[in-house]
């Protein structure tokens, strides 16, 4: 049965990845092993984490002035880690609330320093980007969410600010191009479009580091990681193994140059679908709407059901909406392929005409 994963997260990755990494759960390199039983110190996998390391270096395009760390705690841990590298007490940051992940990013900042909520979207239900077009140049840092998975918004550009950027990339890193120059911190949990929940991927500028007079603690210290290649503790293997599967998988489909193409493709035919039904609509307008999660409702909410049902009938999995705004939600990431889409988008269709 071929099941159509539309899942926000922990997400689906593609099925070569599953096996490859399920293989060396059994047997790691022909050595015998499991991944899971060998040294993170070992010849084996020092070559997993210089791997991973320079894939994404590699794919992203990022140059010797930025580091790129594997990282636990989730993205929801980088909302507060950021702030303790970066803002001095004192210091003022500017943020952009567009919705929940930023307004608890916004949460964990005011430990550290002053925040101000520059921008917002809550106006009308967090539907769209809000315009960044101040002079940001009195703020340490800007803090932006490039991608809203639960309101399916998502920023067609990346703004141009004059102030140091950071950036929760959760669920859209490695979807698009990227420049990664415009930016000084960018995070993303793994789990939506990299690899398995248990990794934070982060990619720091040097040279904003070392600035703060806090002291922080060794573990929570960018620093720290830095200087021991991401494995001062143990880091977490499995994750970062699948993660470094996921990244060869990319590099060999065309890279995020062929992702971006994919799901721009994707993207399309599905809000083309909803657009052009006459039960459902999707909230989220123009450019501002997300290429990884369509978020869509029914005018009728009395469909809902049956609307479900018919997408279990065609085993569409993980379509409902996140609690906080109802409706549906496909999430559309990397891995996922036009096929699936189209399984969805005929749903869709014929349930629109069948009940129109
Ligand atoms: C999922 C998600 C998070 C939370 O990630 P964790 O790794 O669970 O902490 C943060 N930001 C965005 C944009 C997300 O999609």
Known sequence: MNTHNFYAGPAILPKQVFKKAADAVLNFNGLGLSILEISHRSKDFKEVMEKSHSLVKELLNINDDYEVLFLTGGASSQFYMTCMNILNNGDTAAYVNTGTWSKKAIAEAKHFGNIEVVASSEDKGFTYIPKLD????????????????????????????N????????????????????????????????????????????????KVE?????????????????????????????????????????????AEKRNNEKAELLYNTIDNSSLFFAPVLGDDRSKMNVVFKLHDDSHTEAFLASANANNCIGITGHRSVGGFRASIYNAMELDSVKVLAETIKSFDANQG
């Open 134 to 161: 101040q002079d940001y140049s009195k703020y340490k840092f800007a803090h932006i969410t490039t991608n809203n998975t639960i309101f399916g918004t998502q920023y067609a550009e990346i703004p141009n600010i």
């Open 163 to 210: 102030t140091q950027l950071v950036a929760d990339m959760s669920s859209d890193i490695f979807s698009r191009r990227l420049d990664v120059n415009k930016f000084d911190v960018i995070y993303a949990g793994a789990q939506k479009n990299l690899g398995p929940a248990g990794v934070t991927l982060v990619i720091v500028k040097k040279d904003i580091l070392g």
């Open 214 to 258: 806090r002291e922080i603690p060794t573990m929570l210290d960018y620093q720290t990681h830095i200087s021991k290649g991401s494995a001062f503790n143990t880091p977490p293997v499995f994750p970062i193994y699948t993660s470094m599967l996921s990244l060869e998988w990319l590099k060999e489909n065309g890279g995020v140059e062929g």
